[in-house]
């Protein structure tokens, strides 16, 4: 079965940027979102289609995608971008949903 | 606005069954695949099953097929998962999630439910 690998934690200082990766087998071939989830929340989509933002979704989010890494970056963190955030690949012959084991980002 | 609200979440002794609902409401119900995704304490996020937007297609993770059955009711909008044989590791928040596209089997999740938590204990 397909297997998505993120790092369990990242740290970023505020104004800084944030690189949250995904990686997986030939990534780049499928399509990558990502969801964000504060404590006590039920998880976001923040980008979808690998660079797509949904609507409300703040500009400094970005997302790409090739080889075997899909990278979530978040410039100019802020406070309120600390959460867990979790990537998730499909392809078009897919008919199961595979989540990455989610990034911790700190803002400190 | 989509809504979507979980219940039926319960203590259960292992070896139990439980019966999950999630009622959806503003969007056309039966256009989009749902699914239920669970998440124990502390832990990630684990999908656990979904049915097409005509109950057509389903499919489970290995670590509920055979125990639990997916199923929808278009007429009231609804989406349920019985669940059987319970085990301790089945203890999680239930979260009912609602596919972003029309008629398609899987995309990104574009509406989530607040969840309910299932435990499993003796």
């Known amino acids: 079965s397909y297997e998505l690998t993120q790092a369990p934690s990242v740290s970023v200082s505020p104004g800084q940027t944030a690189s949250i990766s995904c990686s997986g087998d030939k990534l780049g071939d499928k399509y990558v979102c990502w969801y964000q989830q504060k404590p006590g929340q039920s998880p976001v989509v923040v980008m979808f289609?690998?660079?797509k933002r949904p609507s409300g979704i703040p500009e400094r989010f970005s997302g790409s995608n090739s080889g075997n890494t899909a990278t979530l970056t978040i410039s100019g963190t802020q406070a309120m971008d600390e959460a867990d955030y979790y990537c998730q690949a499909w392809w078009d012959s897919s008919t199961s949903v595979v989540f990455g084991g989610g990034t911790r980002l700190t803002v400190l | 606005e989509v809504q979507l609200l979980e219940s039926g979440g319960d203590v259960v002794q292992p070896g139990g069954s439980l019966r999950l609902s999630c009622a959806a409401s503003g969007f056309t119900f039966d256009d989009y695949t749902m699914h239920w995704v669970r998440q124990a304490p502390g832990k990630g996020l684990e999908w656990v099953s979904l049915i097409s937007w005509d109950g057509g297609s389903t499919n489970y993770a290995e670590s509920v097929r055979g125990r639990f059955t997916i199923s929808r009711d278009n007429s009231r909008a609804s989406l349920y998962l019985e669940m059987n044989s319970l085990r301790t590791e089945d203890t999680a928040f239930y979260y009912c999630?609602?596919?972003?596209?029309?008629?398609?089997?899987?995309?990104?999740?574009?509406?989530w439910g607040q969840g309910t938590l299932v435990t499993v204990s003796s």
């Open positions: 289609d690998d660079n």
């Open positions: 999630a609602k596919d972003s596209q029309q008629y398609q089997l899987l995309s990104h999740f574009d509406s």
